[in-house]
């Protein structure tokens, strides 16, 4: 079974940058499109960025431009890189993938990411 781990959150100040990984264990091949997602308390989560089937990529209402994500199969990673964080953007990061044969969905626990001078 496939699972995903995230790492590399914590405390940013504003105008800071941070990179997050999220190893996939398993098979990283079985899974088609992958993503991050965003959830600040209280709301619903939200999508940063996202790889297509195509090896595209497809972003938030508010994260194209300021984010940069990165599908490295060899090392079973999946990179984002969030750029001039802003107090908004907080929140608890999660990762997904979409398998290739069913569809099935898989999530990580989430990194927590708390912006803060």
């Known amino acids: 079974q496939v699972q995903l781990v995230e790492s590399g959150g914590g405390l940013v100040q504003p105008g800071g940058s941070l990179n997050l990984s999220c190893v996939v264990s398993g098979s990283m091949f079985d899974l088609g499109r992958m993503g991050w997602y965003r959830q600040a308390p209280g709301k619903q989560r939200e999508l940063v960025a996202a790889?297509?089937?195509?090896?595209?990529?497809v972003y938030g209402d508010s994260t194209k431009g300021r984010v940069t994500i990165a599908r490295e199969n060899a090392k079973n990673t999946f990179y984002l890189r969030l750029n001039n964080l802003k107090p908004e953007g907080a929140g608890v990061y999660y990762c997904?993938?979409?398998?290739?044969?069913?569809?099935?969905?898989?999530w990580g626990q989430g990194t927590q990411v708390t912006v803060s001078s």
């Open positions: 997904g993938g979409v398998a290739r044969y069913n569809g099935e969905e898989y």
């Open positions: 790889t297509t089937n195509l090896g595209r990529t």
